[in-house]
DNA sequence: CCATTATCGGTAATCGCTTCACTGATCTTT
DNA sequence: AAAGATCAGTGAAGCGATTACCGATAATGG
C-alpha cells in the first residue's frame, strides 16, 4: 500500500504539499505541481489511510448508530429498516459512513467505552429505552448525539420523532366518528417511549370526547401470532365486546388480521381495526389496513442530517416532531347495527 | 479525554505497562501493578482510541459492507434486513462492529477508495449485480472479502448463498405434483444473480419433467403494483391461461395477492400461486402464501463468521451454499376442472 | 560463587497523516 | 529603492496508541 511519503517521493515534493493538494486546503499550490502529485497519486494507486488521518484530524466521517437494549431482532424489523434507510439515504448524500454498534447499549459505564474510542464523529440512539442513560452517557463522552423516537431529556440534545399523542387521537377521532364508542387498545412492550404515547393518546383522545375506557379495554400482547389471538378472543368474548380496536402498530395489526381470519371474526363487519406507522404492506392486506402514517426515512434522514449539522459545528433545533396522517382504508367502517 | 500517558502517570508505571496490562499480552505484569494501572484506567474514564490503535495495529475490529449498485431503498428491504441482522447477530457475538460504506458500487477505480482506507478488517459485499468487479476491485487491494447472493468468481473469495436453482425446482415440483401443467414464471429484475438462477431453475424443472413452458408464460415486472396487476391481468387473458404461477419472490407474491383480488381472481382457486424468500409476512397473507425458504439470517451470519475466520487468519471454505425449502401454506391447490 | 534464567518494567521507534512555523522568491506599493 | 504582500513550498512536531529491544533484579543450578 503506498503512502503519503510514496506519493511525494515520486512527485518530487514535499508531504505537506501532496497534503494540501489532496485534500484542496486553502492555500496556493501551483498548477502544475498539484497536477504532478494528483498523477502520482493516481498511479501509484494512493488512498489516503483513514486511521492516521482520523488520529490527527479527529474526524472520521462516519456516524455511529447505537440500538437501545432490546433483542437484536428488533434492530432489523421495519421500523428500524425504515430508520436506517433514511439515515444511509442522508448519509450518502453528505459523505458519511454508518458505523453500527453491534453491542447494545447496557448503562453509560459498560457500554461507554466502544463508544469514546472516538471511532465516530457523532451518534444517532435509536429508540432508547424508558430510563436509558444512553443520552447523558454519550453527551457526556463530549460526542454530538442526536436521539431518534424518544425525547432526549437533555436541552442539548436533539431529538426527532413522530407526534404520537396526535397519531393516537387522529384514530379515535376516526374510530368516533364512524359511530364507534366501545372502542379498545391494544399494546405491547411499554419499555419503549412511542408505545407509551400511542396508549396515552388514545386514553385522552377518549376522555376528551367524554368517552370512558373500560380497564378491560386496554390489553397489552407479544409480537407472537398465538398471543394475539388469545387477546384478541378475550376482547370478543366480553359480556359488551368493543366494536373498534386500535393497535398499537401495523406488524401486531397485521397479526391480528390473520388472528381475526383465525377466529372467523369479519374485519371491519364486526370489528374496525385501525394500526400505525403505514407499513409498506398495510396497503397489501387484506382488508387493507387503515392506519397512522409515520414517516420512518424521513425521521432517519432528518436525525442523521441534524447529527452532521452538529458535529459541523453549526447550530440545530432541539427538536424536529413530524406530524403522522390518518390513511384510511378497508378495515375500518361504521359499526355493526344492534342485535 | 485521558489519554494513554495519563493513566501511566497516574498509576506511576510506562506507558508500555499499561497498554500490556490493558491488552492483556503475553507479558509478566505484577499483580499488583495490574491493578494499580487498571484502577488508574477505570478513574480517569480511559478509553483507548480506536484511531491510534488502528493505525498501529492494523486492525478495526469492524466489518465493511458494500451493497450493490441498485437504488438505496432496495438496501434496506427485506431482503437486507434479515441479511444485516444476520451479519448484526455474529458480530455482536464476536466483538466485531459493521460499517455501512453509503455510497454504491460503481466500479473498481472509483469505488476502491474509501475500502482501500484500511478503515475495515476486511467487506462483505451484499448481492452484487451481474458483473460487478467488486469482488475482484476489493480483492486488489488486498482486503479479506466474502460475497454474499452471489458466486464471487475468484477462487479465494468465499461466498454464501442459497440453491436458487434448487428452490426453484422445488417450487416446480409441489406445482407439477398438485396436477399443475401450464405454469407461468413472473421474474423481476434480471441483474441480480439471484432471479436469473431462479428463473433458469425454473425452466429446467419443467423441461426436465418433459414440460414445454409457452414464451408468454415467462413475463418480467417491476415492483410497483401496477405493472404487477397488468402482469397478472395479460396472462390471464391469454387462450389458454396459466393455472399456476411461480414468482421470483415473496415481495411481488404478496403483491399479486392483493392484484389478484382486485382483479378478483381466486387464488388457489383459479391460480395458484408460489413464492420465494418466506418472509415474515408469507405466513400473514390471505391466504397465506406457499413458498420456498430463503434462510437470509443465516447467511448473514454465516457470511460474517467466514470474513471474521479470514481477517483472523484461518482456512474457510470457497463457499456455503445453504439448501432452500418448501413451505407449504394455502395459495397452493390443485387446478380446477376443465370446463 | 558465578553464570544463567525468569520476572518486571522502561525507552524509543513507528504507524500515516495534518498542520504550524518558517524560508525564499517574486510582485506591489510608496 | 526599501519594505511589505503574496505565492510556493519545506521541515518537523505531534496525534495516541503498540511493540521491539534492552536493563535491572532476584532466583536457580552446577
Chains 1, 2 share one sequence.
Not at 252 to 273: C, E, H, M, Q, Y
Request: aromatic share 4%; net charge neutral; glycine share 6%.
Amino acid at each position: 500500500m503506498a503512502t503519503i511519503h510514496d506519493v511525494a517521493k515520486a512527485s518530487g515534493v514535499s508531504v505537506t504539499t501532496v497534503s494540501v493538494v489532496l485534500n484542496n486546503a486553502p492555500r496556493p499550490v501551483n498548477a502544475e505541481t498539484r497536477q504532478r502529485v494528483l498523477a502520482a497519486a493516481r498511479r501509484l494507486n494512493y488512498h489516503p489511510n483513514a486511521m492516521a488521518r482520523g488520529l490527527v484530524s479527529r474526524r472520521t466521517h462516519s456516524l455511529g448508530i447505537q440500538f437501545s437494549s432490546v433483542e437484536p431482532s428488533v434492530v432489523t424489523n421495519y421500523y428500524a429498516s425504515g430508520i436506517l434507510s433514511g439515515i444511509l439515504a442522508e448519509g450518502a448524500m453528505r459523505k458519511y459512513d454508518i458505523h453500527l454498534f453491534t453491542s447494545l447499549w447496557e448503562n453509560a459505564t459498560v457500554s461507554g467505552s466502544r463508544i469514546k474510542a472516538q471511532r465516530t464523529d457523532g451518534v444517532l440512539a435509536i429508540s432508547p429505552v424508558i430510563g436509558s442513560d444512553i443520552a447523558s452517557g454519550l453527551e457526556q463522552a463530549n460526542l454530538p448525539v442526536v436521539v431518534v423516537s424518544a425525547p432526549s431529556g437533555l436541552p442539548n440534545v436533539p431529538y426527532v420523532d413522530v407526534d404520537n399523542i396526535l397519531g393516537a387521537r387522529l384514530a379515535v377521532e376516526h374510530l368516533l366518528e364512524l359511530g364507534h364508542t366501545r372502542i379498545a387498545y391494544l399494546a405491547t412492550d411499554r419499555t419503549m417511549h412511542s408505545e407509551r404515547e400511542r396508549e396515552a393518546g388514545f386514553l385522552t383522545g377518549m376522555q376528551e370526547a367524554g368517552r370512558s375506557v373500560a380497564p378491560e379495554f386496554v390489553v397489552s400482547t407479544s409480537y407472537v401470532l398465538g398471543d394475539i389471538t388469545q387477546s384478541l378472543a378475550r376482547l370478543l368474548a366480553l359480556p359488551a365486546p368493543p366494536t373498534a380496536l386500535f393497535v398499537c402498530n401495523d406488524n401486531i395489526a397485521l397479526s391480528l388480521l390473520k388472528a381475526a381470519r383465525d377466529l372467523n371474526v369479519s374485519i371491519p363487519g364486526t370489528l374496525s381495526l385501525i394500526g400505525f406507522d403505514d407499513t409498506d404492506l398495510a396497503s397489501l392486506s387484506a382488508p387493507a389496513l387503515t392506519t397512522i402514517r409515520h414517516p420512518l426515512r424521513d425521521i432517519g434522514a432528518t436525525a442523521a442530517r441534524l447529527l452532521i449539522e452538529r458535529i459541523e459545528g453549526r447550530a440545530v433545533p432541539e427538536r424536529h416532531i413530524f406530524t403522522p396522517e390518518l390513511v384510511v382504508r378497508a378495515s375500518t367502517a361504521p359499526p355493526p347495527h344492534r342485535t
